[in-house]
């Protein structure tokens, strides 16, 4: 295998992609090198910010300096003793229409100058193209990628299969499918960047998606063109492994300086929020009084610092079993990220089915968004496909969540086990305790400490959505189960009606006895008289 992995998280994996050049971790960012207007060395990028790898333009090469890198070999040439993955030049036929090469010519030149990594020529597909185009895009690039191991020599090199299709997500898994059933060792998303440059987060997750559930999930995935640390964490939760950028470049070409959240303008910067070792020696003034030259590299080295600073806590998220949490952080940084991380809702059973069951931490729910994280999704699932109430029982007892977890341990269930020993003595087994609770819906007690069930920390008062989706949860629980009567202790304080209703109209649906009270009463007289009668009365029946 040449490519293990190590943790796991959502869909993000801390892997070891092993190539003839060493091991390297995932993720990983790529920065882009042109030898022609590279503003920091490759052996600088590597030895003093940590970079283990870098891709290249095959076509660039072989157009600009020929056979130099031949002769030299493709590290020497560019003075980088880490792991070089090469393009192929597919960029500039989506740019410029065409290029002066054939997919036999460049995969003969990957292999003649060494690199590690390689890429097929491909027919990238672009954003606003018709249908018909973005069919002929993938069956060339498909065709080309089947012809790749007639035609290679070398079993040294790892090769990528781009997937095609742009927006027509049909086609996307078309081609996803297809290549998949092709030995690549990497695979990769292809024309995601006019969609990443329009900030149309949301399509993009959707192409990453369909991507990922069509091709073999053991292999590493790419993202072309991943320019801004800022959407890192949303291209990591969903799968990709490495992806390339040369925006730290071309943004310090343009003044622009990076930060996790986002890019500024340095004319309209009054202070670095950076503490780098860049930005800790000087200010945005001092800086835009450099030469342009000094003030580039100043810029670039910055903007590299970020992109690695970011990778590092993204993987930290991983590790700790935290990604959701932090994949929320920066999609509250913008509105984009905001609603591509809710259109995961589309892809959640995949999301969950692939998400590791247990983690080292317990989980944050801040509101509604956290209902379509993986490990909601699977308790409620799990409910329903594999759950079955003891078959002596009759009575459903519906309890809220309380501070306290596991909520069978809280004094508040103490007082109401107490009541019901002294009601039921013997027949005590014809109760089913249940508690509804906020993410997850409905908990049976003897799930109760099973994780995450107990192993959450929840923002009180719940937004609305949350509250209805435990509602609509505690229906479907009283409509999947056969209970005779259904029990709701309920405080109006802490749960709007919502609750109350759509057990109340189930109930009703189902010609099941339906009973409330009030937990406001629950210590007063009037209470544990109204829950005697209620428990003798079924009884007695």
Request: charged share 30%; hydrophobic share 35%; with cysteine.
């Amino acid at each position: 295998m040449t490519f293990e992995i190590k943790e796991r998280d959502l869909l993000a994996r801390i892997g070891r992609l092993k190539t003839k050049r060493g091991a390297i971790e995932t993720p990983l960012l790529f920065p882009v090198i042109n030898p022609s207007i590279q503003p920091i060395s490759p052996r600088r990028i590597r030895e003093v910010f940590g970079y283990e790898a870098l891709i290249t333009n095959a076509y660039i090469l072989k157009k600009r300096f020929q056979n130099e890198p031949i002769e030299e070999g493709l590290h020497k040439f560019l003075d980088f003793n880490g792991v070089i993955m090469t393009d192929s030049g597919a960029y500039q036929i989506l740019v410029y229409g065409d290029i002066e090469t054939t997919p036999q010519e460049i995969i003969e030149y990957q292999e003649q100058i060494d690199t590690d990594i390689a890429t097929i020529l491909d027919w990238p597909t672009g954003w606003k193209v018709t249908r018909k185009h973005a069919e002929q895009t993938v069956n060339e690039t498909l065709k080309r990628a089947k012809q790749l191991f007639k035609t290679k020599t070398r079993e040294d090199i790892l090769w990528v299969g781009p997937v095609q299709g742009g927006r027509y997500l049909d086609l996307v898994a078309k081609s996803a499918t297809e290549m998949g059933k092709l030995p690549f060792q990497i695979y990769a998303l292809g024309s995601p960047t006019e969609v990443m440059q329009s900030y149309r987060f949301d399509v993009l997750v959707d192409m990453i998606m369909t991507a990922k559930m069509n091709l073999p999930v053991e292999k590493p995935l790419h993202l072309f063109g991943a320019g801004h640390p800022f959407m890192f964490s949303l291209a990591v939760a969903l799968g990709c492994d490495i992806f390339d950028s040369a925006a730290y470049a071309i943004y310090a070409r343009e003044n622009r300086y990076m930060t996790e959240y986002g890019t500024s303008r340095l004319n309209e910067l009054e202070y670095f929020q950076c503490t780098c070792p860049k930005c800790s020696k000087t200010t945005p003034k001092e800086v835009l009084e450099m030469p342009q030259k000094e003030r580039e590299v100043f810029l670039a080295e910055h903007n590299l610092y970020v992109c690695i600073s970011e990778l590092r806590r993204i993987e930290q998220a991983i590790k700790d079993g935290r990604l959701w949490e932090y994949l929320e952080l920066r999609a509250h940084g913008h509105p984009a990220l905001l609603q591509a991380l809710k259109k995961l809702k589309k892809h959640e059973d995949f999301v969950e089915k692939h998400s590791p069951a247990v983690k080292k931490s317990g989980l944050f729910f801040f509101n509604s968004i956290g209902l379509i994280r993986p490990e909601v999704v699977r308790h409620r699932k799990r409910l329903m496909e594999r759950y079955s109430p003891p078959k002596e029982a009759k009575i459903l007892l519906l309890i809220p969540q309380t501070r306290m977890k596991p909520f069978h341990k809280s004094k508040e269930l103490k007082e109401t086990a107490k009541l019901l020993q002294h009601i039921l003595k013997e027949r005590l087994n014809e109760v089913q305790t249940c508690f509804y609770a906020a993410p997850f819906g409905v908990i049976p007690i003897e799930l109760d400490e099973v994780y995450p069930l107990s192993q959450h920390e929840t923002v009180l008062p719940l937004d609305k959505e949350t509250v209805e989706y435990v509602a609509n949860q505690a229906a479907n629980y009283i409509n999947h189960t056969n209970y005779e009567v259904v029990v709701l202790l309920h405080n109006p304080e802490n749960w709007n009606e919502s609750v109350l209703k759509m057990c109340r109209k189930t109930c009703l649906r189902k010609n099941i006895k339906f009973k409330y009270l009030n937990i406001k009463e629950k210590r007063s007289k009037t209470m544990s008289t109204r829950l005697e009668k209620i428990f003798r009365e079924k009884l007695s029946e």
